[in-house]
């Protein structure tokens, strides 16, 4: 996972071990293990990380209408309807980090709520 899209402060400190962290090396590992293409996971972790559009599109030098269609490509090869429901098994990934879940259980449960 690259590291400028971990948190600030875990990128600073050095830190792994913050939710945060966690619950984006899940999705990390999720998106490996998928039928999407590197430009694709990335896109995932960008959408994830809570990127907008035009933040992905400034980013990497693409076009806003790219950015789209890759967004569009990657949540219809996941088979979810919208980023909401990427963003939402981030966050429930976060809650089990922060209860003390292990990395595993953490990567179960994102790959649960990703078809």
Do not use: C, W
Not at 22 to 47: D, G, H, I
Not at 89 to 97: G, H, K, L, P
Request: glycine letters at 4%.
């Amino acid at each position: 996972m690259s590291d400028s899209l971990l948190p600030e402060k875990d990128r600073r400190a050095g830190q792994d071990d913050s939710p945060d962290v966690r619950a984006m090396r899940a999705l990390a590992k999720f998106a490996a293990q998928s039928p999407l293409t590197p430009a694709l996971r990335t896109r995932l972790l960008e959408l994830a990380s809570g990127l907008s559009y035009r933040a992905i599109a400034e980013r990497n030098g693409i076009s806003l209408n790219t950015v789209k269609t890759e967004v569009s490509a990657t949540l219809a090869r996941l088979q979810v309807s919208s980023r909401h429901e990427i963003e939402a098994a981030v966050q429930a990934a976060r809650r089990r980090a922060r209860d003390g879940a292990s990395d595993d259980d953490i990567y179960e449960l994102v790959r649960l709520r990703i078809p």
